[in-house]
């Protein structure tokens, strides 16, 4: 039941790219602008990317002091500071590519509160300086307890302030609007509500058979190479990879906040298991997640009861110092992989993945987008 016009010209492109978050609109602009002369075709789940693109909390940051020190425990320094080069570039990419005001991008800051019992934090600043100053040109971390002085209401134990003034916000729905305008005035084409079912190679190149829910039918795509940009759900479509877990994080916003009694910034803790900003007036903040880990491994956009009384109640203790009523309440997939890095990689002759999430995908997008078009063009010429 299908025309002749659909078989010759829209079931097919040279390159098609699974998954329309942030990773594969950055992948579809990358290979549209590489290979002008190929089609490439962005296939999307959802209506709206229903992982971590549009779910986040807006921060565009480089990581913590915090962050740094736990994750160099498990993959050594030299990965860690490779890691935050690259967020920090991915971020300047984003502003040179749209601007500011198209992002909603506030460069307010970035501030990591220590508390009682982090003050090892505090003695790791000038490490972390030393080892980041050649790349940054500067010193990126400060140790600052006076700012403290700022806050109308101190929380107990918090004993300082670790700022950097390379951290900001931005509006990821403004974000992903410039993005997909930007692939599509590059030549992309985008499909939403095409549910990808299966990729698989076959003699003349990859079949990618997929669920039109409009009319309840299956389709098959004709495709050159495919780039599997899907975040947790790579495994899925690609079985070789088997190490990227879905992680399902927590955000809540709060009515309008009278007498803010801190200062405007992007804030975390905890390792930034916790993360807060001030959107307007509201308060947004989430996390917790390593408080229920086993909860959280879950593919479902939902609430976890437990969890959103928790952060209600860190609102009161540490945050705000009394009760507020809550407005919104969301939850984002993100994609973990046991190390916190990226992975892009050739899987086969045509297939390409492209993950570099694990919280970090908003900032890592446009450097792990460079990277698969790059492997993309590979399979292109093989194929």
């Not at 860690?80 to 690259?86: A, C, H, R």
């Not at 095409?194 to 079949?207: N, Q, R, Y």
């Not at 408080?291 to 860190?314: F, I, K, M």
């Not at 002759?349 to 590979?378: D, K, S, T």
Request: proline letters at 4%; glycine letters at 12%.
């Amino acid at each position: 039941m299908l025309s002749l016009w659909e078989r010759l010209e829209l079931l097919r492109a040279d390159v098609v790219i699974v998954g329309g978050g942030v990773v594969g609109l950055w992948t579809a602009l990358e290979c549209c602008r590489r290979y002008p002369q190929r089609s490439t075709l962005v296939l999307e789940r959802s209506t709206i990317p229903c992982g971590a693109s549009t779910r986040n909390a807006g921060f565009a940051t480089i990581g913590t002091v915090g962050e740094a020190t736990a994750h160099a425990e498990l993959v050594g320094d030299a990965a860690v500071v490779g890691l935050m080069v690259e967020r920090w570039l991915g971020l300047q990419q984003w502003r040179r590519e749209f601007g500011d005001a198209s992002l909603g991008f506030e460069a307010v800051g970035g501030y990591e509160l220590v508390f009682e019992g982090e003050e090892h934090l505090r003695g790791a600043v000038e490490r972390w300086n030393e080892l980041l100053r050649e790349a940054f040109g500067g010193t990126v971390f400060h140790d600052r307890p006076e700012l403290l002085a700022q806050w109308r209401w101190r929380p107990e134990g918090l004993r300082s302030i670790i700022a950097n003034p390379y951290d900001g916000a931005l509006n990821t729905g403004k974000a992903l609007k410039a993005l997909q305008q930007r692939a599509l005035q590059a030549g992309a084409t985008i499909w939403t509500g095409a549910k990808v079912e299966l990729i698989e190679p076959d003699s003349e190149g990859i079949v990618v058979r997929l669920w039109d829910a409009g009319v309840q039918r299956q389709l098959e795509l004709r495709a050159k190479a495919v780039a599997v940009c899907a975040n947790a759900w790579i495994p899925q479509l690609v079985p070789e990879v088997a190490d990227i877990q879905p992680a399902r994080g927590q955000v809540l916003l709060t009515v309008p906040v009278q007498n803010p009694p801190f200062p405007t910034g992007t804030y975390h803790f905890c390792q930034g298991y916790y993360y807060f900003r001030w959107v307007g007036q509201r308060l947004l903040f989430g996390g917790g997640r390593h408080l229920a880990l086993q909860e959280e491994t879950t593919y479902e956009l939902g609430l976890n009861p437990v969890l959103q009384q928790h952060l209600e109640s860190l609102l009161k203790t540490r945050l705000l110092g009394r009760r507020v009523d809550i407005e919104n309440r969301w939850s984002g997939v993100m994609g973990m992989r046991p190390e916190k890095l990226p992975r892009v990689e050739r899987v086969g002759e045509r297939i390409v993945v492209g993950f570099g999430c694990n919280g970090m995908g908003l900032a890592l997008a446009p450097r792990i987008a460079e990277q698969v078009a790059g492997l993309v063009g590979a399979c292109l010429v093989d194929g």
